[in-house]
């Protein structure tokens, strides 16, 4: 199995680049991670200011261990040139989302200019259909699905079991494990529904989701605690451990826990949960230390 790195995402908050008080306000959120955005929440008439105040502010705000990263206009509008020249090498960026991929070649363009990490939206028909080769992208780094944009674009209805969904998001996350790719679940519109919210992290959580985009700050606390490994887990991993490390020192394959069989691959995903509760963990002493 190949994982997606040490860094969480489990919270992935959108924050309109033209809003300058929730922009100024999300350096001190628990966000993991933030896409500054200027394309769908920007509207037209406000993009040259939003991309201006936008530079201005990563060159001397500090989000601390939060990623920053861009979400530029789509490729052929008329701002996304100005938006990719603005922020191609820009040291307050950690990665630049690019909307709407299609297939590997609109990443080759913005690849051919930008110097940081690249992350794709997978909210297209063509792109999940193309989402192997998308995650094959040499310089790609994370996937975020815009389930907005993939609802409006297949012709299917919002429903709480997002089983119209399921297709496409089932075939973005065994891209992203193929590639070894990070891969956030798009967002949950009734940002005052907490248990909804709840659910529909669960749901993403199950599939392999490593967290959640979200646009308000109230959904924070339950994608940060429902992407986080329990105690329970990480409990159940480090007896897993143990209880193998006992089984071979008898010379034996396989252990016995709590009536379970634990073989060499169980033990791989533990040491993947504590690596990634650890990261958990590191992360939330340097916030407090702020
Ligand atoms: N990031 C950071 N802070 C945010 C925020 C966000 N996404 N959304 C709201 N806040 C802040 C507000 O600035 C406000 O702070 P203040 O009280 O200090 O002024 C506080 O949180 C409460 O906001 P609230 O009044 O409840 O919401 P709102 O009416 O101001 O905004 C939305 C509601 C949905 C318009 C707003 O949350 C938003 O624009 N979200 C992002 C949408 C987006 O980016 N969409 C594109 C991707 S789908
Ligand atoms: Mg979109």
Known sequence: METSGARPYRSVLYIPASRERALEKARALPADAIIFDLEDAVPPEEKPRARDLLARLLAEADYGARARIVRVNGLGTVWVEGDLRAFAAHPGVDAVLVPKVNGPADLDLVAAVVKAPLWAMLETAKGCLNAGAIAAHDRLEGMVMGTNDLVKELGARFRNDRLPLMAGLGVCVLAARAEGRVIVDGVFNAFRDAAGLRAECEQGRDMGFDGKTLIHPAQLAVANEVFAPSEEEVDLARRQI?????????????????????????????????????????????????
């Open 242 to 290: 143990a209880a193998y490390a006992e089984a071979r020192s008898r010379g034996e394959g396989v252990a016995v826990l709590d009536g379970k069989i634990v073989e060499n691959l169980h033990v791989a995903a533990a040491a993947v949960l504590i690596g990634k509760a650890e990261a958990i963990a590191a992360r939330s002493i340097a916030a407090a230390a702020v």
